[in-house]
């Protein structure tokens, strides 16, 4: 039997790379809300350039994250941490030197091939136990959220005060920061301990598994289409808000208001779809609120209040959907491939984030905000059609109990949990000393599963 109390090293661990994680978000984005307008007075920009700019990032964390995390599997998971801490302060550093919309571009592209995303979550899988993953990612989930909001609030303020080379500045601080943190802070990991844990680290054999699976790659889809809508509209989102008579300088009103009032509507909608098991109406319903907030924000011209209300109704789409599709892909995950599954997830994020930035930053110099929030009500749109076919996900949850020996040598223990309520699926992992098991935990939890077994 496990304890479920959090040690000193798994709170110590817990703390120091969500704090990490969240210095590194803080630094990307922030710049977000202040690159469309303040970057337009750059040497050689334009929106085309802005929008490469904002987008190159997610493209070069896309292409970066997987091989990272492969990488820290062989040479350990603080080298690559730090390694990508000091390519991501050098990436800050390039546009202070350079002024120009080019440093800037080759700066975010460092930025992004600087990912130690993947490296984090591989840490904080080695050092935290299975009973208390879940916890810890809550934790740094809570901190993404509270870093989002003070970063797209922050830095048109900053910004406005400074220069927009200022916020590259404190990026590069932040991460030097982050260095820090990481030698002082976070224990090392066990080497032996490495890639111990299917739920949490990417494995090759389950690469094919996971990319044949339907449900699985049109949640890819939608993390891509999300991120897509994120990113495109905050390359129009400032000229609109600036078109329909608020000075730059008071944007960040806005933002704070809307994200702030975004986030407790998510809160109060995420416990209603996951109590009573509502979660393919509230995700349809998200995409619709989606597409009416972009819809909202090219039908009626520069009209201020119409604009703030698009906002509102965007960042509460947005909120949701990001809440619901992580917890999506724990559920349709097949056993023992979530890691696999969360990583070709993310990378879908940020190619989304690409696409947002360089088609956004394009259309943008066609045709102006109308056709970046016109292109956004066209996607909302087909997303939603694509959707209303979705089937209510399973409500199973997947988790990992480590075997004594003894235990591992008993042939029945997967028949016989197979045959208990609330059990979906078992695999034994004898390499891993594990089993995995998918449980509905309405109806089973890991202190009754491990009375089964031990």
């Known amino acids: 039997m496990y304890d479920s109390t959090m040690t000193a090293l798994e709170r110590r661990t817990t703390f120091g790379l969500s704090v990490i994680l969240s210095l590194r978000m803080f630094g990307i984005f922030m710049v977000l809300p202040a690159l469309t307008t303040y970057g337009m007075y750059l040497n050689g920009a334009n929106k085309v350039l802005i929008g490469i700019a904002i987008g190159v990032y997610g493209l070069c964390q896309a292409i970066f994250q997987i091989p990272l995390g492969f990488i820290s599997d062989s040479i350990g998971r603080k080298p690559i941490i730090i390694g990508g801490l000091i390519i991501f302060m050098f990436g800050s550093i390039i546009p202070i030197i350079n002024h ?63 220069n927009i080379h200022t916020l590259f500045l404190i990026s590069a601080s932040l991460a030097f920061i982050g260095i820090i943190l990481t030698l002082v802070i976070v224990p090392s990991s066990i080497s032996n301990k490495r890639l111990l844990n299917r739920n949490t680290n990417i494995m090759c054999d389950n690469f094919l598994k996971v990319l044949k699976n339907k449900r699985l790659l049109k949640l890819n889809f939608d993390i891509m289409c999300l991120h897509v809508l994120l990113i495109s509209i905050f390359i129009a989102l400032p000229f609109s808000i600036e078109k329909a008579g608020l000075n730059v300088s008071e944007h960040w009103k806005i933002y704070l208001v809307t994200m702030l009032i975004s986030f407790i509507i998510m809160i109060f909608v995420i416990i209603y779809a996951e109590k009573y098991r509502h979660i393919k109406q509230v995700f349809i319903g998200s995409i619709a609120i989606l597409f009416f907030s972009e819809t909202l924000m090219w039908l009626p011209g520069n009209h201020l209040w119409s604009v703030i209300t698009g906002i509102q109704l965007f960042f509460i789409g947005f909120n949701i959907m990001e809440a619901i599709l992580p917890s999506l892909i724990s559920k349709e995950s097949p056993l023992g491939c979530k890691g696999t599954a969360m990583g070709i ?97 309405k109806k089973v939890n890991r202190s009754q599963i491990e009375k089964l077994i031990f």
């Open 100 to 162: 120009s919309i080019w440093g800037v571009i080759l700066g975010r592209a460092l930025q992004g091939a600087g990912t130690i995303t993947s490296s984090v979550m591989a840490l904080l899988s080695d050092l935290i136990r299975e009973q208390n993953y879940t916890k810890a990612m809550a934790f740094i989930g809570i901190n993404f959220g509270i870093i989002f909001t003070l970063s797209i609030v922050l830095g048109p303020i900053i910004t406005h005060i400074f």
């Open 345 to 441: 997830y993310s990378t879908s994020q940020f190619i989304g984030v690409a696409i947002g930035g360089i088609f956004g930053g394009w259309l943008y110099h066609l045709k102006g905000t109308v056709l970046v929030f016109i292109l956004g009500s066209i996607l909302s749109f087909v997303w939603m059609y694509i959707s209303r076919t979705m089937k209510e996900p399973s409500y199973f949850s997947s988790l990992k109990i480590k075997l004594s020996s003894l235990t591992m040598k008993s042939t029945i223990l997967e028949s016989y949990l197979k045959n208990q309520p609330g059990i979906k699926e078992v695999i034994i992992i004898p390499e891993e000393d594990s089993i995995y098991v998918k449980v509905d935990v």
